[in-house]
Structures are given as C-alpha cells and as structure tokens.
C-alpha cells in the first residue's frame, strides 16, 4: 500500500460518519490511512471476518453482498467513488457482515481498526462527534429499509435514485445531474426485484416527471425533494 495523506483527509472529512470531527482530527485520522490500487475482482473481505478497518474508495466501484446456504448470491450495494464500506463494524468489534469484491480496477484507501480506536478513545469529543454521525447514519438505514419492506418498486428505486443523487448528483439550473454506472440488472439487487420491473418503474418516474433521461448513462432528476417525496408514497 501507498500512502496518499492529503487524499485520505478530503475521503474522511465528506463522510457522514466524521462530518462533525474538527481538522484536527481529521487530520490525525488521515495519518493513519493508507492507499491502494487493486484490480477487478479484489476481495477486500467475506461474510464473518473479523473488521480489520474502514474502507473508502477513491476510484473504481465494489460490491457488497451477502451468499445464502444454497449459493445464492444477494448483492446489498454497489458502492463509488468517496463511498465507505462497511463502516459500523469499525465501532462494534463484531465480524463483517457481508461480502465485499471490487467490480473493476480500484483504488482504495485503509483506516485500521486499533488506529482509529486509538484516537477514538483519546478524546470524548470525537467519541461524541462519530456517536452523533452514526445516529444520522442510523435514520437514514431505517428509512431506506422502511422503503424497501413496505413500498412499491417504483418508490424503491425513487428512494435510490434519490440516494445517488445526494451522494455523487452534480447540481445544475434544470436540478441534479446524476452520472449512474450501474446497470439495471445491478439496481434490481439492490432494491429486490426483476430487472424488467426497473425497467417499469424507470418508465412510471419518468411519466410522473420526476426524472428524465439525458443519455444512457446520465439522469436529470429536476427535483430531488419531490422524488424521495414519491418514495414515501
């Protein structure tokens, strides 16, 4: 592994789990980090692990998924650029709960566990500050599992598009632009359904005017407040 300090600070300080820890700290956490090119099909780690640390992506994308007894295999996520992986157990001690492999060539960068339980707990005020992240954390996992239990497809994926767009949209005058690099077959796994039912809802959205097409690979969501409202119905 290679080091990348200033790149792993920029990675640490636009996570949702440490969006309320000072420069400081940030700072010392980045120190602690190493970085990594990996190719495609890369395993960072498998169901029952012991977490070794935090993953973030630089470049590149992973999936997260889980395989049942039969071998059947149940992708969870598709994470990009900026994305952590598996972030909550760096804080309980347990196992990785699901799998993770690399879906093409990437670059990574490291936080070990016993680094960041050092600087954890040396200071209550980044114990408060990473307990404060992970609650938003936490609301945000129920509200998407809510979704994905009680709503129809075309709500599950509003929910998801939404999701995206907060996380890597790129706001312009006409709304967020959203640059989606999964296929639909890899946005059925993620919310639980047949690729052709993607399909569907793709079309109910865009009838409804809540997202438009601006090429194969890019989405114009006008309204995203409106959208993750959909998801709620």
Known sequence: MSG?????????RALAIFSELDDEWINRLAMR????DVGEGHVLFTTGEPCRGLYVIVSGRV??????????????????????????PLFDGGVYPASAVTLEPSRLTFLPRPDF???????????????????RRLRHLVQVTETLAFRDVAARLAMLLASYADRIGRRTPDGVELVLDRTQEELSLEIGTARESVS????????EKLVERLDARRLLIPDVE????????
């Open 226 to 233: 409106r959208l993750r409202a959909r998801a709620r119905v």
């Open 117 to 135: 339980e050092q600087v954890y707990r040396t200071s209550p005020d980044v114990a408060h500050a990473v307990i404060r992240g992970l609650g």
């Open 4 to 12: 990348g300090h200033g790149e792993a600070e920029g990675l640490l």
């Open 200 to 207: 569907r809802a793709y079309q109910q959205l865009r009838k």
């Open 63 to 88: 999936r997260i998924y889980r395989t049942s007894p039969e071998g059947r295999e149940q992708v969870l996520h598709v994470e990009g650029p900026g994305r952590p992986v598996a972030e909550l």
């Open 33 to 36: 980090c190493v970085s990594r």
